[in-house]
């Protein structure tokens, strides 16, 4: 992982990473609690490679711990008042199980896909959050891989928030909205977004 480059660009991280922050990661933080097994206030949510813990304000109900290997983006997360750890996701455990792990922008960083999916099944009781860019990965092969690591349910959604682009609210409900339209949202994620993809074990919520 080249942890260097993101050093300088810590101060205002996520203002300067989304052209609309607030809106971007409350979406993000919307299909963390909406896909997959539910998530009980004061559940523990641990966010790999965690940039400056903007996410943790989206979830007000769950207690936050975020994972980031840059010095940093651990140095500005803690200044705004947010729990995280100086760790990289390939290796970081955390002292205590916890109800679910997220990694957004950042599975690519895994040095073997396999290896921590497994890593992550170990201490990860309901489940795992990540994004997933359909264009870059073959949706088939991390659904084998998550399958060996024994998150044998994977249900996903298209997550259609503009990273660089501020959108009138109209005009992102709309883009919500298609999320949900099977084929044209299919379609649109062959050029342009990600899932957004919840792994878990069927039959256990706990």
Not at 9 to 15: D, H, K
Not at 85 to 108: H, K, M, Q, S, W
């Amino acid at each position: 992982m080249t942890v260097e480059k993101y050093g300088p660009q810590a101060e205002g991280w996520s203002e300067d990473a989304y052209a609309d922050a607030h809106a971007y990661l409350a979406h993000r933080a919307e299909l963390i609690l909406a896909l997959g097994p539910p998530l009980e206030p004061g559940d523990t949510v641990l966010d790999l490679a965690c940039g400056d813990g903007g996410l943790a304000t989206h979830l007000p109900d769950l207690r936050y711990l975020g994972v980031d290997a840059s010095p940093e983006m651990v140095e500005v997360a803690k200044r705004r008042g947010r729990e995280v750890v100086l760790g990289d996701l390939n290796d970081f455990e955390p002292p205590e199980r916890v109800a679910a792990t997220t990694c957004f922008r950042a599975i690519y960083y895994a040095r073997d896909r396999a290896a921590f999916f497994r890593r992550v099944a170990g201490y990860t009781e309901r489940k795992l959050v990540f994004d997933l860019n359909p264009r870059q990965y073959r949706v088939e092969d991390v659904r084998a891989d998550l399958r060996a690591a024994g998150f044998d349910q994977l249900e996903s959604r298209p997550f259609f928030s503009p990273q660089r682009v501020s959108l009138p609210r109209p005009a992102e409900a709309a883009l919500h909205a298609l999320e949900r339209s099977g084929p044209l949202a299919r379609a649109l994620l062959a050029v342009r977004f990600s899932y957004l993809c919840a792994a878990f074990r069927g039959g256990r919520n706990t």
